[in-house]
């Protein structure tokens, strides 16, 4: 996960990536993942996706509008959770 000047990359190994428009999110918070959604690459919602290599912590993005992301295949989605070892850091980062 990396937070730059005008966009925020996350990246699941290859077959995971996704670089969103830092004036796209709208929000960030820690979320509980449960453990039946699995860990991996991971479809969980309506427009959502998970590159979630660790239950815990986790954080979603809130997205104001569709963006495509890869995830074995292309999807466009408004939320993307990762798992991050820093959580808090990761919120106040894009928040």
Same mark, same amino acid.
């Given at each position: 996960?990396?937070?730059? *000047?005008? #966009?925020?990359?996350? $990246?699941?190994? /290859?077959?995971?990536?996704?670089?969103?428009?830092?004036?796209?999110? !709208? @929000? *960030?918070? #820690?979320?509980?993942? $449960?453990?039946? /959604?699995?860990?991996?690459?991971?479809?969980?919602?309506?427009?959502? !996706? @998970?590159?979630?290599?660790a239950s815990r912590p986790v954080?979603?993005?809130?997205?104001?509008?569709?963006?495509?992301?890869?995830? !074995?295949?292309?999807?466009?989605?408004?939320?993307?959770?990762?798992?991050?070892?820093?959580?808090?850091?990761?919120?106040?980062?894009?928040?």
């Amino acid at each position: 996960m990396e937070v730059r *000047a005008g #966009e925020v990359v996350a $990246r699941f190994g /290859w077959w995971g990536r996704a670089e969103i428009p830092r004036s796209l999110v !709208v @929000g *960030a918070r #820690e979320i509980r993942w $449960r453990w039946w /959604w699995g860990l991996g690459i991971r479809f969980y919602g309506r427009r959502a !996706v @998970g590159f979630v290599g660790a239950s815990r912590p986790v954080v979603e993005l809130d997205l104001a509008e569709p963006v495509a992301v890869r995830a !074995v295949v292309t999807r466009r989605v408004t939320r993307l959770a990762v798992s991050v070892p820093d959580p808090a850091g990761l919120v106040t980062a894009v928040g």
